[in-house]
């Protein structure tokens, strides 16, 4: 078993140095984790993103960490019994890593040469241990005599592996060669990790770059946007704080001296602009609230961020999609695609091609150079990170990455309000106590909130300033009678139209949960 784990953690070290030198669609441990992440089923993804939130990459790496463990240790045990069936086992894996690296975005035929190397450097370390490895104790009357006699049968043929068994060096070489081994997969995967860190130039370009200023800036936030009740969540989302939900496992790194995005399809003239024109165009800078379509009522995959970037419809004028389009299909370069109703990002809202993020250019890990922001949207039919082509299109030819996956293909964002203060579960002291959350109807605005304590009557929450309708609106209330003991506390909102939110509860899947959120806590 000892001997399989090694020999994994070989050849993946060996793989993941290699494709340090070649590109992020060479690793095979990511290739094949893009592969899982692919072929899941839709309810499995779900569970993963509402049961782990922004963890969810996390876990499934500690996950494929201990099935390839355990899946290692058997082939250790296999190759000590047969070593041509445990090799075998070794090579088909290894065809099977290299199937996934291959067919991932992006990919070149020589993106499989790490996998190859890594595959046959395991199995050379494999080989090596079992060789090393202690073999039973030969009795007496076992012992090679001429066929026929007593010890090896008639005809049999001695195994190279059990011969060379029997010729045991001793469990301390065994066990100082395999920790060799292990020590020089710790330092390959850490020199890997530098590697790909200094060769990733996206991220020294972004900490370089320096963003022009917006054309058309966002208007100042009004006074008092921020509910002015301890523990209110800030109304801008820092971006180390903002969620990240995407198919991508590994972050990708996009020049953009490279990164062009092509506009074509259904169009009277295709259109493809660089970062280059991009900063050399009239930006537009606003504020936005994003939401993931997998956040449960009450859920905080939402954020709240001033984004600068070019307006989508003044790219699609340039491009003049034909009468019969209705929709645009957009594609990451990691291969994520999104689908958007046309009309959506071609009036008035402030759909953007953003390169800024609260004032900095845009994270990595939340689409540097360039990502989509539409308004009033969930993110898996708008907020494509990396973008990379935009294809007009029709909703009747097309289908997306979740769209085929059984979601909603245009995922407009319901209504929702959610508890921020007091926390669930919490203590606070009875008497004077406050209420805060967040409310949001993304490019409709919020216009009441009401909070219900345990089965009394609704009451009117106070509203925070509105920054735009397209942002989420922060609302308190105090109360000067909480009694001591264990309550409930619900919340419901209104949009701009003063349609009130469902209560109605329904889960993310397929089109964003409903339901109005309520909260437990413990006066004192």
Request: aromatic letters at 8%.
């Amino acid at each position: 078993m000892l001997a399989g784990i090694v020999s994994a953690a070989v050849l993946f070290a060996v793989a993941e140095l290699a494709a340090a030198f070649f590109g992020p669609a060479a690793s095979p441990f990511g290739s094949v984790g893009a592969a899982v992440v692919e072929l899941s089923p839709p309810w499995l993804t779900e569970f993963a993103i509402t049961t782990f939130a922004t963890a969810d990459k996390l876990v499934l790496f500690v996950s494929m960490g201990i099935g390839a463990t355990l899946l290692a240790a058997g082939i250790g045990v296999l190759a000590l019994r047969n070593w041509t069936a445990g090799a075998l086992v070794v090579a088909a894996l290894g065809v099977g890593m290299v199937v996934c690296v291959l067919t991932r975005a992006g990919a070149v035929p020589a993106d499989a040469i790490p996998t190859a190397l890594g595959t046959a450097v395991g199995l050379f370390c494999l080989r090596w241990l079992i060789r090393l490895l202690p073999g039973p104790a030969v009795p007496a009357d076992r012992t090679a005599v001429p066929a026929g006699g007593v010890g090896v049968p008639a005809g049999a043929a001695a195994d190279p592996a059990t011969a060379t068994r029997e010729a045991d060096p001793g469990r301390r070489t065994f066990l100082a060669t395999a920790g060799v081994m292990a020590g020089a997969a710790v330092v390959m995967g850490i020199a890997a990790g530098a590697i790909s860190a200094a060769r990733n130039g996206a991220r020294q370009v972004r900490e370089a770059l320096g963003l022009p200023a917006a054309a058309r800036p966002a208007k100042p936030l009004p006074a008092g946007v921020q509910a002015p009740v301890d523990g209110a969540i800030p109304f801008v989302t820092p971006n180390a704080q903002f969620y990240r939900i995407d198919t991508a496992l590994f972050v990708p790194s996009v020049d953009p001296a490279q990164w062009t995005l092509r506009v074509h399809g259904l169009v009277e003239e295709e259109v493809s602009v660089g970062f280059q024109d991009l900063l050399e165009a009239d930006l537009l800078e606003s504020y936005t609230t994003l939401t993931c379509v997998s956040n449960e009522v009450g859920g905080g995959l939402a954020g709240n961020a001033r984004w600068l970037g070019y307006p989508l419809r003044e790219l699609l004028a340039r491009a003049r999609p034909l009468p019969e389009a209705d929709m645009v299909l957009s594609t990451s370069i990691d291969g994520f695609t999104a689908s958007t109703p046309l009309a959506v990002l071609t009036d008035a809202r402030n759909a953007l091609l953003a390169i800024g993020m609260n004032g900095e250019p845009l994270p990595l890990e939340h689409g540097f150079p360039v990502r989509m922001v539409v308004p009033g949207l969930y993110g898996y039919v708008s907020a494509t990170k990396w973008v990379v082509d935009l294809e007009v299109t029709r909703f009747e030819d097309k289908t997306a990455y979740w769209t085929s996956r059984g979601w909603s293909d245009h995922g407009p964002i319901k209504t929702a309000s959610r508890i921020d203060v007091p926390r669930a579960g919490s203590r606070v002291a009875a008497g004077r106590t406050p209420f805060a959350g967040t409310a949001w109807a993304q490019h409709r605005g919020i216009s009441k909130v009401q909070v219900q304590l345990d089965d009394g009557d609704w009451a009117d929450a106070k509203l925070a300033a509105e920054a735009s309708v397209d942002t989420w609106r922060q609302w308190y209330l105090v109360r000067d009678d909480v009694p001591a003991g264990q309550h409930m506390l619900r919340v419901r909102a209104w949009d701009g139209d003063g349609k009130l939110q469902t209560e109605t509860p329904a889960p993310p899947a397929p089109n964003g949960a409903s339901g109005w959120h309520s909260i437990e806590f413990t006066a004192d």
